[in-house]
């Protein structure tokens, strides 16, 4: 049995977690949030102790494997519901910066054109400084999706560190190439 799919997620104050036939609804002080069950698994929620504990139907494969999945996508819409999740990016290079523009996030990477991206909904993005992007929301799959879109449409190169990177990531530096005349 999955070790991490039996262990059950603390439900915290003015947080709803609702079981609804195959889908499960959690609605907190931060947003809502659902999720669509396997077949193989079911969860239930005890009020009294304040928790929600994940169990599988069989067990098969497919259903040994839903069991810890849908542990931790419970868990992660719990945390998101109560402080939304955030990604930082940081852009680096001359000239490149980022702008909200109405509800849309507006590039300028070093292309001929500004690149426009539109914002999914449930999250937020704002830019508190033109080289910085802060996008947060309550689904974690969500905010890491849409960070790491952005981040590939200019992502660092290795030799100038120019692009758009996570903040605090490391890029490792490649030495240029040197040119030494022949005798």
Known sequence: MSRLGRKP?????????????????????????????????????????????????????????????????????IVGVTAPYEKKLEIVGVGYNAKMQGKDLVLQLGYS??????????????????TQIAI?????????????EIRAIRPPEPYNLKGIKYLGENVRRKAGKTFVSGA
Do not use: Y
């Open 136 to 148: 947060s929301g309550t689904d974690k799959r969500q905010v890491g999706q849409f960070a790491a």
């Open 9 to 77: 997620i603390a439900v915290p104050d003015g947080v709803k977690v609702l079981v609804q036939g195959r889908e499960v609804k959690v609605e907190g002080p931060k947003g809502k949030a659902a999720l669509r069950l396997a077949p193989e698994v079911n969860v239930t929620v005890d009020l009294a102790k304040k928790e929600a504990v994940v169990t599988r139907n069989g067990d098969l494969r497919h259903a040994r494997e839903m069991h810890g999945t849908t542990r931790s996508l419970l868990a992660n819409m």
């Open 113 to 130: 054109h500004p690149i426009t991206v539109i914002v999914p909904p449930g999250l937020t993005v704002s830019c508190p400084s033109q």
